[in-house]
């Protein structure tokens, strides 16, 4: 009987807990990510600075090197300079914005990459996507995911707090990507990755009922995981789609409309918030959903609705409007829907006034 296998894409190490940084040199000595050592540390601003110096001196050979913010000219600096030095491997250090630039720079030239996070933002920290900024906004880069990753809760403790919530709603966004993707099976015949799904959607489930806040170790554990399988997840399927549905295409259009209304993950968790009222209102389903998450985002503080993040009604149905467009090719709820602009913004209205108490 034939034995089949799936080779599954996933890091060497995964260190999430408190303490974890003082372990990157013993790491970093594994001989799959540098066989002679001859590493480089990306770090942005904030507590990169501190991190490289508190491990530098367990490294052989190092360089340090300034990341100037999350955009595609910045990677591409680092992947000149990576390329020019014959490094090993890199490090990079800190939040979501550095670390995506230096996956870029990683794959660019075609070393691996260690992440090393100090908040918990979004799923970039372990996914084959960077988000950068470039002349024409923000877009999505398929990208080398992360050998290795490190959390270190004593580093996320010292975050600023709206960034660690943050990961909140993007995890939670994971069931609207989710149940979209079923959606264009069902409707288009796409195919469907169902280990992905799986562990798209378990990453979800783990957080939404999770006790405690992000003032937590166990909290944050489980948040960090979960960011963590959400980037598997997209690594197994090969592309973003188990933990990208018509609540990133909402994102990204608002991120283009009104540019620093909110952060990635602030803007995931409402935007699959929206998408589940399209569904109960729509489809009939979901309404459960809906519920689940306007309370898990609100026990965390978290935006769920225009206001909340500064849009009027008629900004953000103009950012639904335009979602689709920002994915061309992906199919979700709002592509299923394909409302007109008087009908979205009857929707919006119509979420504004059911669920803003």
Sequence with gaps: MPLLTRMLN?????????????????????????????????????????????????????????????????????????????????????????????????????????????NLSHDGICSPVASLVH??????????????????????????????????????????????????????????????????????????????????DRFLTVLAEGLVLSGMAMSFAGDSRPASGGDHEILHAIDQLYPDAANHGELAGLGAAFCYHLRATHLGQGADRLAEILTCLGRHGLPRFPADIGLSVEQFADAVLLAPRTRPGRFTILEYLGLDKGATLKAVEEYVQAHGG
């Design 10 to 118: 996933a890091p060497l190490s995964i260190d999430v807990r408190r303490g974890a940084v003082a372990a990157l040199g013993d790491l970093l000595a594994d001989k799959r990510i540098a066989t002679e050592g001859r590493v480089a540390i990306a770090v942005g601003r904030g507590q990169g600075d501190q991190i490289a110096e508190h491990v530098r001196p367990s490294l052989a050979a190092c360089d340090v090197f300034q990341v100037d913010g999350g955009t595609v000219d910045a990677a591409v600096d680092l992947g000149t300079k990576l390329r020019g030095g014959s490094y090993e491997a890199v490090v990079g250090i800190g939040g979501g914005r550095t670390i995506d630039a230096t996956k870029y720079a990683a794959t660019l030239s075609g070393i691996p990459m260690v992440s090393v996070a100090t």
């Design 135 to 216: 002349d024409k906004g923000k877009g999505s880069f398929g990208v080398v995911m992360p050998l290795a990753m490190v959390v270190d809760l004593d580093y996320v403790h010292a975050a600023p707090p709206r960034l660690v919530r943050a990961g909140i709603g993007d995890v939670v966004s994971n069931f609207s990507a989710v149940d979209d993707w079923l959606l264009a099976a069902e409707e288009c015949g796409e195919r469907v990755d169902r280990m992905a799904l799986t562990v798209a959607r378990t990453a979800a489930e783990a957080l939404l009922h999770q006790p405690g806040s992000i003032e937590s």
